[in-house]
């Protein structure tokens, strides 16, 4: 009995701190409905459809809000990549490369009310191949998508701050 009364005394104590998740301060920053719009990149088309679908995701997973068409969406996001590196991490005994780490830059642009808000984000994502192995383009694209997740991640966690700074 006391420690269901000192659980509950602990529950009331945090629920009535004003604890609000990234997510509620990003949806202040972006409304309801958002847009998005990922540039072709013309050296590398298949990762364009890689990040878009990342964005996509996070859009209805982070910011809580609908995905709309262009021309009903308070926000519109426009995001290019900016580069993706392979970087080797680490050698085997022979100096083979046994591990990478891939980094993806990318350009956001929220569009909101004819006023653009430019964003630089990255993400990076590492993992390991076979010694003497080349990445195979099914490492290569999970290796996108990770790096491309994670700085759409990054790109959450800004607007969210400024949502926060706003309150």
Same mark, same amino acid.
């Given at each position: 009995?006391?420690?269901?009364?000192?659980? @509950?005394?602990?529950?009331?104590?945090?629920?009535?701190?004003?604890?609000?998740?990234?997510?509620?301060?990003?949806?202040?920053?972006?409304?309801?409905?958002?847009?998005?719009?990922? /540039?072709?990149?013309?050296?590398?088309?298949?990762?364009?459809?890689?990040?878009?679908?990342?964005?996509?995701?996070?859009?209805?997973?982070?910011? *809580?809000?609908?995905?709309?068409?262009?021309?009903?969406?308070?926000?519109? @996001?426009?995001?290019?990549?900016?580069?993706?590196?392979?970087?080797?991490? *680490?050698?085997?005994?022979?100096?083979?490369?046994?591990?990478?780490?891939?980094? /993806? /830059?990318?350009?956001?642009? *929220?569009?909101?009310?004819?006023?653009?808000?430019?964003?630089?984000?990255?993400?990076?994502?590492?993992?390991?191949?076979?010694?003497?192995?080349?990445?195979?383009?099914?490492?290569?694209?999970?290796?996108?998508?990770?790096?491309?997740?994670?700085?759409?991640?990054?790109?959450?966690?800004?607007?969210?701050?400024?949502?926060?700074?706003?309150?």
């Amino acid at each position: 009995m006391k420690h269901w009364i000192l659980s @509950l005394t602990a529950l009331i104590f945090f629920a009535g701190c004003g604890y609000q998740p990234a997510s509620h301060f990003a949806k202040g920053v972006m409304g309801e409905s958002i847009s998005t719009e990922v /540039v072709v990149s013309m050296e590398d088309p298949q990762n364009t459809v890689i990040i878009k679908d990342a964005v996509d995701t996070a859009v209805i997973t982070k910011f *809580r809000t609908a995905l709309v068409p262009k021309n009903s969406a308070k926000t519109h @996001l426009k995001i290019a990549i900016a580069s993706v590196q392979f970087i080797p991490l *680490r050698y085997d005994t022979n100096g083979y490369v046994i591990t990478y780490r891939t980094t /993806v /830059v990318l350009h956001i642009d *929220r569009i909101t009310n004819e006023k653009t808000v430019p964003y630089s984000s990255h993400g990076m994502y590492d993992f390991v191949i076979e010694p003497n192995a080349i990445i195979t383009d099914q490492a290569r694209f999970e290796a996108i998508r990770q790096g491309a997740q994670k700085g759409i991640d990054a790109f959450v966690a800004q607007v969210a701050a400024q949502g926060a700074n706003s309150h």
